[in-house]
T-cell receptor, first 107, second 117 residues
């Protein structure tokens, strides 16, 4: 079967760093996405990894290890507006989403 | 560039009815995917259309169907609605959807929130 696992919830403090992990077992792999979704809104694209390594984009970075079926999203200098759900998704012949990690930011 | 638009934004139906949802992709995007999002199951893939052809299909019953028009606009239809069909239906468009770097990103519309009573 195809499976994407990520923690259900995480809590972090404003200004800190948080790492959200995602492990996947899928038949085929054509890339991994991270999306952010605020409550009541549509998901918005954060990052796309198709090769191993770290991709940095401002305060957000995403890492991929294809051999380990593992990715993480790193958020630095956390702000209150980063409180949202973060969705990991893998593309093979379709895009499969994890159930998302709800991130709570404390002041 | 205008984003992905979906209509209607909210809908209330009763069991047994059917519903049609519409999605207009970003101009120039040829791939449209549909997802169902519920609190318990997260985002689940329904189907993907590319150049008017259904390219992939998720594990949903035949009551769920869709189509894409020559202008890339897409519709999805749910017949014989059940209470469990209450969900947020999201449409996402991408340029090609074929795994090409930089062209793979999906952009989501605001969704249609369907309530089945």
């Amino acid at each position: 079967g195809q499976n994407i696992d990520q923690p259900t919830e995480m809590t972090a403090t404003e200004g800190a760093i948080v790492q959200i992990n995602c492990t996947y077992q899928t038949s085929g792999f054509n890339g991994l996405f991270w999306y952010q979704q605020h409550a009541g809104e549509a998901p918005t694209f954060l990052s796309y990894n198709v090769l191993d390594g770290l991709e940095e984009k401002g305060r957000f970075s995403s890492f991929l290890s294809r051999s380990k079926g593992y990715s993480y999203l790193l958020l630095k200098e956390l702000q209150m507006k980063d409180s949202a759900s973060y969705l990991c998704a893998v593309r093979n012949d379709k895009i499969i989403f994890g159930k998302g990690t709800r991130l709570h930011i404390l002041p | 560039k205008a984003g992905v638009t979906q209509t209607p934004r909210y809908l209330i139906k009763t069991r047994g009815q059917q519903v049609t949802l519409s999605c207009s992709p970003i101009s120039g995007h040829r791939s449209v995917s549909w997802y169902q999002q519920t609190p318990g199951q997260g985002l689940q893939f329904l189907f993907e259309y590319f150049s008017e052809t259904q390219r992939n299909k998720g594990n949903f019953p035949g009551r769920f169907s869709g189509r894409q028009f020559s202008n890339s606009r897409s519709e999805m239809n749910v017949s014989t609605l059940e209470l469990g069909d209450s969900a947020l239906y999201l449409c996402a468009s991408s340029l090609l959807g074929q795994g090409k770097l930089g062209q793979e990103t999906q952009y989501f519309g605001p969704g249609t929130r369907l309530l089945v009573l």
